[in-house]
């Protein structure tokens, strides 16, 4: 089955900074990667994914790049806000109309104003 | 726009009883998932349904049982309840046509065995 792995666990930043966070996976079928940012106590919150055909997406203070030959893909957020406190999980999954997702084991970022 | 719901919020059971958790999906999603996530922890997959039919299985106790019903609404039964099935439980929902991957998380069950 599929594995992925997140690094770090923690990570700290003085607002404006930026966060990057990376993950590996270990099944070359998987095919589609979705970052999610979960506040303590709250559901999972898509916050931008990224398909195999693309290398790099990006939506306003987020960009999401994927290196399929060495199976990496990273989080980028730029001019971090207090409000972007949460934990990051990455995901990776093998689409096909009946996908599951398998987790990383997420980032807890801290910006510090 | 309307979202996955879940009932109950919040469940308190005591050892060896039963918790049925459910979930309803977003409306014209046929694919339901069901996670574990414990404090601290990332979610583990449970299991899924495409169109009423299980599709895939993950780390899912045999004392758990789950099925999705015609109105596409999923329950997961949980029996003989052990302390460590303390956990947050999600749903999620998605279409389960190929192209379309997003999934949808519920607001979750909190689940505590005492």
């Known amino acids: 089955g599929e594995n992925v792995e997140q690094h770090p666990s923690t990570l700290s930043v003085q607002e404006g900074d930026s966060a990057v966070i990376k993950c590996t996976y270990s099944d070359s079928a998987s095919n589609y990667f979705p970052w999610y940012k979960q506040e303590l106590g709250k559901r999972p919150q898509l916050i931008i994914d990224?398909?195999?055909?693309?290398g790099e997406k990006k939506d306003q203070r987020i960009a999401v790049t994927l290196n399929k030959t060495a199976k990496h893909f990273s989080l980028h957020i730029t001019e971090t806000q207090p409000e972007d406190s949460a934990v990051y999980f990455c995901?990776?999954?093998?689409?096909?109309?009946?996908?599951?997702?398998?987790f990383g084991t997420g980032t807890k970022l801290q910006v510090i104003p | 726009a309307a979202g996955v719901i879940q009932s109950p919020r919040h469940l308190i059971k005591e050892k060896r009883e039963t918790a049925t958790l459910k979930c309803y999906p977003i409306p014209r999603h046929d694919t339901v998932y069901w996670y574990q996530q414990g404090p601290g922890q990332d979610p583990q997959f449970l299991i899924s349904f495409y169109e009423k039919m299980q599709s895939d299985k993950g780390s899912i106790p045999d004392r758990f049982s789950a099925q999705q019903f015609s109105d596409y609404h999923s329950e997961l039964n949980m029996s003989s309840l052990e302390l460590g099935d303390s956990a947050l439980y999600f749903c999620?929902?998605?279409?389960?046509?190929?192209?379309?991957?997003?999934?949808?998380f519920g607001p979750g069950t909190r689940l505590t065995v005492t």
């Open positions: 999620a929902s998605s279409l389960g046509q190929p192209g379309s991957y997003e999934q949808y």
């Open positions: 990224i398909r195999s055909n693309v």
């Open positions: 995901a990776a999954s093998n689409t096909g109309g009946y996908q599951k997702v398998t």
